[in-house]
């Protein structure tokens, strides 16, 4: 059962705009949520990520946004640029084990 | 700095060949952790080891085998390779204490024909 959910397998979005990308997850226990990125023939890389004791983190163009009672996770670029092409995985955590969603893969039309 | 490395990058072998999948990680990380990547199944947490000597089945363990000799070292084993095993295997590591970010390797793409 997939305890980490991305809905959406594919955005696409102008360069310049918003990218909103979203995640669900089932499990309470989480307590420490991540983004991450990943090119083709390459390993994902760490983006950006929250605890669960806050709603919001900012990192230059991406903020991560927490709603605990919603059980949802989203990511926002601000804004987007070609270079941001790529597939964007959530994860979430409990303790050392790692929960991945499907992945979402965002492409930024110049 | 290296950071993961994996080894190799690209693998075919023959139903019921075995092979050890390397990696290994400059960075003193107590935890070490096997993903596969399958489409549609994002990444799936086949075995981790919070230490040298400790490891642990995670979501999808059958078929494959670990050991943490030492805290550098990860190997991942197939004793019995399968077709459903023809995947791309991500090794990944992170700190233990407070709230680390996990850190990947660059992948091994295995074929099992």
């Known amino acids: 059962d997939q305890q980490v959910k991305q809905n959406s397998p594919s955005l696409s979005v102008q360069e310049g705009r918003i990218s909103i990308l979203n995640c669900d997850y089932t499990?309470?226990?989480?307590?420490?949520f991540l983004w991450y990125k990943k090119y083709p023939a390459e390993g994902p890389t760490f983006l950006i990520s929250?605890?669960?004791?806050?709603d919001k983190n900012e990192d230059g163009r991406f903020t991560v946004f927490l709603n605990k009672s919603a059980k949802h996770l989203s990511l926002h670029i601000v804004p987007s640029q070609p270079g941001d092409s790529a597939v964007y995985f959530c994860?979430?955590?409990?303790?050392?084990?790692?929960?991945f969603g499907t992945g979402t893969s965002l492409t930024v039309i110049p | 700095n290296a950071g993961v490395t994996q080894t190799p990058k690209f693998q075919v072998l023959k139903t019921g060949q075995s092979m050890t999948l390397q990696c290994a990680q400059d960075?003193?990380?107590?935890?070490m952790s096997w993903y596969r990547q399958d489409p549609g199944m994002g990444l799936r947490l086949i075995h981790y080891?919070?230490?040298?000597?400790?490891?642990d089945q995670g979501e999808v363990p059958n078929g494959y085998n670990v050991s943490r000799s030492t805290t550098e070292d990860f190997p991942l084993r197939l004793l019995s390779a399968a077709p459903s095993q023809t995947s791309v295997y991500f090794c990944?590591?992170?700190?233990?204490?407070?709230?680390?970010?996990?850190?990947f390797g660059n992948g091994t793409r295995l074929t099992v024909t």
């Open positions: 990944a590591s992170s700190r233990l204490t407070g709230e680390a970010p996990l850190h």
């Open positions: 499990n309470s226990m989480f307590d420490y």
């Open positions: 929250i605890s669960s004791i806050k």
């Open positions: 994860a979430a955590s409990a303790y050392v084990q790692f929960y």
């Open positions: 960075m003193n990380h107590e935890y």
């Open positions: 080891s919070v230490g040298a000597g400790i490891t």
